[in-house]
Every structure is written in structure tokens, then in C-alpha cells.
């Protein structure tokens, strides 16, 4: 199973960007990659999450518009461009793979227990 590392979090200013990082240690095209965050004192949040062939992808309604998720196949990577950014996007981010083998079609989840592999979180922080 693959491993999974963030990076790229960091402190921006409101209306800043970011593009956040997520490496696999292995092929993730089994896999539905996501995003999720969690900022103090809350629970976990889906950010958002594309399938293989980033032909289906879905999106937090706070993000909708202002976060793009994207992978390359090849490079076994993930990102999240967040543009746009308010302070209410400070969270820790993590990546996420949800396996779903060698089905044509995958079905994005927005629900974390259904996600298998996580990175260890890469901190965002939004100044106002």
C-alpha cells in the first residue's frame, strides 16, 4: 500500500495562494485522492478529491471555486492549488487515498473512514 507525504503549507496573507503536495510512494491509480483538513477544535473535513483520471472530481462547498485538485499519474503525486485563501482555511491538510482497485469507474468519497492511507498533515495558516 502506498505511503503518503505532504508538503507545501506554510503561513499566506487572506486572498494569498498555496499549492499543497502530496507524494505516494507508489502507483495510486487503484486509488481516489483526496483532501482533507482540520482546523483547532474541530473534526475532520473533506476538502475535496479527484478519481484516476482526474475526469470526476468534487468539492467542499466552502472551496468550491477557489481550490483545484489535480494529479499526475506518472508522478504519483497530488496537489491542491488554494487560491483565494480566507483565515477560516487555517487546518492542518492531509492527503488521503481511498483504494478502489482496478475498476474502470471510481466513485468519490467524502467520507474519511473510507480512506485507507494518510499523511502525517502539512499546516496552512491564513493571517487576516
Known amino acids: 500500500q502506498v505511503q503518503l507525504v505532504e508538503s507545501g503549507g506554510g503561513l499566506v496573507q487572506a486572498g494569498g495562494s498555496l499549492k499543497l503536495s502530496c507524494a505516494a510512494s507508489?502507483?495510486?491509480?487503484?486509488?481516489?485522492m483526496g483532501w482533507f483538513r482540520q482546523a483547532t477544535g474541530k473534526e475532520l473535513e473533506f476538502v475535496a478529491a479527484a478519481t484516476r483520471r482526474n475526469d470526476l472530481t468534487d468539492y467542499a462547498e466552502s472551496v468550491e471555486g477557489r481550490f483545484t485538485v489535480s494529479r499526475d499519474n506518472v508522478k504519483n503525486m497530488v496537489y491542491l492549488q488554494m487560491t483565494s485563501l480566507k483565515p477560516e482555511d487555517t487546518a492542518v491538510y492531509y492527503c488521503?487515498?481511498?483504494?478502489?482497485?482496478?475498476?474502470?469507474?471510481?466513485?468519490?468519497?467524502?467520507?474519511?473512514?473510507?480512506?485507507?492511507?494518510w499523511g502525517q498533515g502539512t499546516q496552512v495558516t491564513v493571517s487576516s
Open positions: 488521503a487515498a481511498n483504494y478502489q482497485g482496478t475498476l474502470y469507474y471510481h466513485t468519490i468519497k467524502r467520507d474519511p473512514n473510507e480512506y485507507d492511507r
Open positions: 507508489g502507483s495510486t491509480l487503484d486509488y481516489v
